[in-house]
Structures are given as C-alpha cells and as structure tokens.
C-alpha cells in the first residue's frame, strides 16, 4: 500500500513535471514575445571580414565568443550589407532604409565622411531604431563609433549628434577610428594631403626663386610682391605638411561622452578597457530595463589597436591579434549580462558594418579582413566580398539555438526588427527597405521577404539579388 502511495506520488510528480516542462517551452516564447520587452544589445565590428570569424569557417583566428553566440543562437549566412564602406552602411542600419533614400552616398568619390569638422551627417528628419525605442521608454545608449556627422553650422549644435538621433547616452568616437590615429602606422588621410602640401610648396619655391632670377638679371619684369608672396606660399604649405599629422589627429582622433569631449587627442591603448567600463556601467545602470545599447567597436579598423596581452598570439600577424581581442570584447560584454542576469531577457545580435578590407596593408603584411569564398572586400559594393557579412542573434528560450537561415536579410532589417519588439510602430510616412527577421527567426516562416535586393556603389547600382518569393532560389546580376 505504502509502496503503492509512493509510486502513485512518484507518477503524479513525474506528470506533473512534465507538464509544466511542455507548458514552460511554449509560453516562455509567448511571454516574451506579447508581454516584456527585451533588452537589446546590437554589437558591430568595423571592418571584419566573414572570413575572419570561427562560426563561418576560419579554423585558425580563434572567436570563441562569436561562435558561443551562433551556437546559442540563429546564425544568417546571407546576411547583407547595405554598402560596402561605413558611413552608408550604418546610416542604412539605424534608418533601415537604404542610404540613397536619406542622402546618404555620394558620387563623386568620397564615399563616406572624410572630416569630424564637415558639416554633412545623417540629416535631423531621418529616424533612427534608437528614436523609437526611446520614445517607447527604452534607455538608449551607443557606445564606440559614429561616424555619421557631428555639427551643421556651428561647432555646438550637435545636429548630426548620436543625442540628436535618439540615443540618451554616447560615448565614443564621434567619428571613425583610421590609421591616421597612430603616426607612423598605415595612412589614410596624411599621405595624399602632404603630398599635395609638397607639391604646394616646391612649386611655389620654383616660382619665388625664378622670378627672382629673372628680376636680378632683369630678363623678368615684376615687382617684388610677387616674390615675397609665392615664399610666404611655400612657407606654409612646408608647415603645414609638417605638422599635417598632428593635425588630422586632432581633428579626428578624440573621445567624447554625450556633448562633452573627454580625451583630445585620445590614448589609443586606454581606449578598449575604457570602453568596456563604459558598457558595463550603462547595462548595470540600466539593468531594471528596457535598454537598447548599440556597442560599435573600433576594432578592427586600421591602425588595429591592440594592448599587449593580446599581441603576437594569433597566426595572423597584427590583423588577427585584433579580431581575437575583438572576439575577446563580446565575451566580456556578455559576462557582463550573465552577471547581471540579462542573458535570457536580452535580445544580442552581431555583425559587421561590411566586408574586410582586402587593400589594407602594412609593408607586407596583410593589415585587412579576409572575405571567405566571396570575392571583392571592403569598398567594393557589386561583389559578395564587400557586403556579405556575419550575422548572429541570441535571446535564450525564445530564439532557437543553433539554427542556420540561408534565406538573403539584410543588416536594414534590424530597424523593424527591433522596432515592433520594443513595441513601437515603423514609421509609415517613408518608405523602409528592412523587413522583420522574426519570423524566420523563429521559424514561422521558411522565406525571406525580400523579393529584391539592390547592391550600390556610391549611388550607383552595380548589382541585384532576386529571390524567387516563397522559393529558396535566388540569383545576382
Ligand atoms: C582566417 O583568417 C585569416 C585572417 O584574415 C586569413 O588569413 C585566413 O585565410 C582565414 N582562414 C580561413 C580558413 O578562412
Ligand atoms: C528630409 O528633408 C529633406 C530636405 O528637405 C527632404 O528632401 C527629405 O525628403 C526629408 N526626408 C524625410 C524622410 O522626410
Ligand atoms: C535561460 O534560458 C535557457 C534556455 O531556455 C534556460 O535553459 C535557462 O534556465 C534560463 N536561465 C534563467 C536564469 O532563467
């Protein structure tokens, strides 16, 4: 009897367990979905090649971070930039709109914005995911690189700001970090402005010393202002080719937080554990939620900033030394979550601004991302390499973990994506080019709903993915 009391007992607790386990797996998705908003973390590297990352098969930079997210998480492998240099690509991934549509591109050549000081940037009237959700209550912070503008008229008026497009809390670069930023190393901006400086100032030479040659052997008419004019000319185009580099370094090369700048020129090696407090100190001050905090490394851009413990240890030379510590920065940052037990109420998503920059390089020496199978790289906008890009989301318990989509999204798709989790409205007074990843997420639906994509470079249309609707089939032309 007492044997039967028990195995009775032992039965309706073995039911009752499994009941409540089949209950738990279907409505924690429907909890998190309907009711409590997510956090969510959004974290793009410059620069970084799909090549360069374990989950999507280097077998020798090692990214365990990343692959932990991919395994934990739903890993895209058609996941697509809108451009393939930094200042379209991110105006398109806050706008979820194509960067022609806001004014974004250019056509002349300079592809992304070439000084903090110009007063171009991403214009007032677009609205960014961080306006929304801050509308929506959400705490809203970018931490790291902006690189969409800073002022319109004045030096002060922040209209091209982060704080101005929705974002409560900035800190970081307001523009790009460049190898200009560390003398000496791989230069983007010095060389060709010292060179044309040289170029001033032996012409204007060559001009102050013939006139002057010609006058004292009278074979030149011309008064001596001339002469005193094209010295002085060469004088300062000497000078300032001199003192170019130091310059651009302190134009661009400067830390701030919110309105105020914190460090000019900024110590490069301090940067990385200073941007780490920083994360850490806005999700725990944020942790009672909802936050949305974009963290846009610096890394792995050139000059490859990298503190010692991290130099000398990949195969990969300087490059790959970055991506690991890269890698090494997601692992801190998601500790910081599971420490403060965020994890399964955070939505994370990873990916790259665009491809790896195959042009880089430093003596010999590879100094760039690696694009995998895909040709072309970073400034190439009509081939694979210069947009297809890792892209991982995580939130434990309702995203399933490890599952691969091979269907073509978009880095424009986060905007909506995020927007209706958060519980805002995608604006209707525009037309947005993202589309939400959740179902394919999720698995309620097995196609993309991009009929179209539309590869560009500057404003220029250089090639078209079509995917066949409610078909796996796709082609580019
Ligand atoms: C891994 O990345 C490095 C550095 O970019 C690259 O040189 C190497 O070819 C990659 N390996 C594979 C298998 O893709
Ligand atoms: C923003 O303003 C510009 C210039 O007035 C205009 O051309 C553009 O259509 C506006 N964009 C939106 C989304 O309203
Ligand atoms: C987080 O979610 C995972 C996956 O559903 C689950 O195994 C784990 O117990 C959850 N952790 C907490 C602290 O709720």
Redesign the pocket.
């Given at each position: 009897m007492l044997h039967l009391e028990h195995s009775c007992l032992f039965f309706r607790s073995w039911l009752a367990l499994t009941v409540s386990v089949l209950l738990d797996l279907k409505p924690s998705a429907c909890r998190s979905l309907s009711g409590s908003r997510p956090n969510i973390l959004l974290l793009m590297a410059d620069d970084l090649g799909i090549g360069d990352v374990g989950c999507y098969g280097n077998d020798t930079i090692r990214t365990p971070n990343v692959d932990r997210l991919a395994a934990d998480g739903v890993m895209l492998t058609q996941h697509i930039a809108a451009a393939s240099v930094c200042t379209p690509s991110r105006a398109a991934f806050l706008t979820g709109r194509y960067p022609l549509r806001s004014g974004m591109v250019s056509s002349n050549g300079y592809r992304v914005l070439q000084w903090t000081g110009v007063s171009g940037g991403l214009?007032p009237?677009?609205t960014t995911f961080a306006k929304i959700l801050k509308d929506k209550g959400y705490a809203t912070g970018l931490i790291g690189k902006w690189h969409l503008g800073l002022n319109c008229e004045s030096s002060d008026d922040y209209c091209h700001h982060p704080l101005s497009h929705g974002f409560d809390h900035f800190y970081g670069m307001p523009f790009s970090m460049m190898g200009d930023c560390e003398p000496g190393e791989v230069s983007e901006k010095r060389a060709g402005l010292e060179h044309k400086l040289n170029v001033c100032s032996h012409v204007m030479a060559l001009a102050a010393f013939t006139l002057t040659a010609g006058k004292l052997t009278r074979l030149v008419a011309g008064s001596w202002t001339l002469v005193i004019c094209s010295a002085i000319v060469a004088l300062l185009c000497l000078t300032t080719s001199h003192f170019m580099g130091a310059l651009i370094v302190h134009a661009d090369c400067f830390l701030m937080r919110n309105h105020a700048i914190t460090e000019q020129p900024m110590s490069l090696q301090r940067t990385t554990a200073l941007m780490l407090k920083e994360v850490s100190s806005f999700v725990k001050r944020n942790k009672q939620g909802p936050f949305l905090l974009f963290v846009s490394f610096l890394h792995v851009h050139t000059p490859l900033i990298t503190t010692e413990n991290f130099r000398g240890r990949s195969p990969h030379g300087l490059y790959g030394d970055n991506t690991e510590e890269m890698d090494w920065m997601v692992g801190q940052i998601l500790d910081t979550l599971d420490t403060e037990g965020l994890t399964n109420s955070t939505l994370v998503y990873f990916t790259s601004d665009h491809g790896g920059s195959l042009e880089a390089q430093f003596g010999n020496h590879q100094y760039g991302g690696w694009n995998g199978i895909y040709k072309g790289g970073k400034g190439m906008g009509g081939w694979e390499g210069g947009i297809r890009v890792p892209g991982i989301l995580r939130w434990p318990g309702v995203l399933p973990a490890g599952r691969l989509i091979h269907e073509p999204t978009s880095l424009m798709d986060v905007f909506p994506t995020v927007v209706q989790l958060g519980g805002g409205q995608v604006p209707h007074?525009?037309v947005i080019d993202g589309r939400d990843l959740l179902p394919l997420l999720l698995g309620t639906a097995q196609h993309s709903e991009h009929e179209f994509l539309m590869h560009y470079c500057e404003s220029f249309l250089h090639a078209a993915r079509w995917h066949q609707r409610n078909t796996g089939f796709s082609i580019i032309v």
């Open positions: 214009p009237n677009e007074d525009r």
